[in-house]
């Protein structure tokens, strides 16, 4: 039997809920949603469970990431319930229920909390710096090292266990029967949507942020592959410096247009940010632009005169990779890809015959 949390609405406004409480379900939104079908109903029932608290069903459910905030939903909403940001903080909840370590959940109620873990991360690679001498080599030789353990030990420390619980809550806790070779063969479907997100395009308005999402991924997987497996600030091959500068400016470009989106609030998804929302794209500009010009000083044999843009870009990796990455706005884009997946499962579960 369902247990109802009348009190969960409290919990998700931490999250950046606005208003849900007010629908009176009239059915509009899901009646205007283009990812809305007869049989996945969305967002209307999500709506309904955050009301009651149903937190099992929530979790259970993939339909917050199926959702890719076009903002229609919010749009025609006759009692400004703002049901589009529900699902936003949905999936900021789910984020927290799926980590392990609970760290996600405190870092998204909590801004001083946050900024204090930005603080203690830019004192650590200040401590670092000083312990090195303020040697650029030597600290440009464990910067490199600490990009390759970082990925490393976020993905098998924090992330696949957490895609494991996800996996728990959507697909084994609720019983559902998935044979050994339909997980091989949906396999094609993890991987289309972690690169392209290609079912965004079936929402009406969002065609140009679908291109825009799609250029900054692959612009960002291609720059963390060059700076990483091909060392750009190392490296000596034309090719690979030119990769380097054509990535990062992308980054630099698509990340503009998203904070100015933001402070504009021209769309939907933009009118009611959470401190998360800025992070990851601020974060990312920054990533790109120092990256960017480490790269130009050290063309211009400058850099050892200026060693402080280094320890800033590094500084904005660290926290990038120690804080954002694992516990803030980027595992969207890792969850959203596993829903995917487990979404093929579910339709393709196996059923046992009946006698």
Not at 128 to 146: P, Q, S
Not at 167 to 179: A, E, R, S
Not at 258 to 282: A, C, L, N, Y
Request: charged letters at 15%; a positive charge; one cysteine or more.
């Amino acid at each position: 039997m369902a247990r109802i949390d009348t009190k969960f609405g409290v919990k998700l406004k931490k999250y950046g809920a606005v208003d849900f409480t007010a629908c009176y379900n009239c059915g509009n939104c899901t009646a205007v949603c283009s990812l809305s079908t007869q049989d996945n109903s969305i967002p209307r029932d999500m709506v309904r469970y955050s009301v009651l608290g149903l937190q099992d069903d929530l979790k259970a459910s993939l339909k917050p990431w199926l959702c890719y905030y076009c903002g229609e939903c919010t749009a025609h909403c006759p009692q400004t319930a703002n049901p589009g940001e529900l699902m936003m903080a949905l999936r900021r909840w789910l984020t927290s229920k799926y980590d392990w370590t609970g760290l996600s959940g405190l870092l998204y109620r909590s801004l001083p909390l946050t900024l204090l873990f930005f603080l203690l991360t830019a004192l650590s690679v200040l401590i670092f710096a000083i312990c090195k001498d303020f040697n650029l080599e030597t600290i440009m030789h464990y910067g490199h090292y600490f990009e390759m353990g970082a990925i490393g030990a976020v993905f098998l420390i924090i992330l696949l266990p957490n895609i494991i619980r996800m996996w728990w809550f959507v697909i084994l806790k609720p019983k559902i029967k998935v044979t050994l070779k339909t997980y091989f063969k949906s396999i094609g479907e993890l991987i289309v949507h972690m690169f392209t997100q290609k079912r965004s395009l079936s929402c009406d308005e969002n065609k140009f942020r679908w291109f825009e999402h799609f250029i900054l991924v692959i612009g960002y997987l291609m720059l963390l592959f060059t700076t990483v497996f091909l060392d750009w600030f190392s490296a000596k091959n034309l090719f690979v410096i030119v990769l380097g500068y054509v990535e990062s400016m992308v980054i630099l470009i698509v990340t503009v247009d998203f904070v100015m989106t933001r402070i504009k609030k021209s769309r939907e998804v933009g009118k009611f940010s959470q401190p998360s929302d800025w992070f990851f794209v601020i974060w990312l500009f920054l990533l790109g632009t120092t990256a960017l010009f480490v790269r130009v000083f050290i063309d211009l044999h400058i850099l050892e005169f200026h060693i402080w843009l280094y320890l800033f870009h590094l500084t904005v990796l660290a926290q990038w990779a120690i804080i954002i990455v694992p516990f803030g706005k980027w595992t969207h884009f890792l969850y959203r890809s596993f829903a995917m997946y487990f979404e093929k499962l579910k339709e393709t579960q196996y059923h046992e015959p009946t006698i």
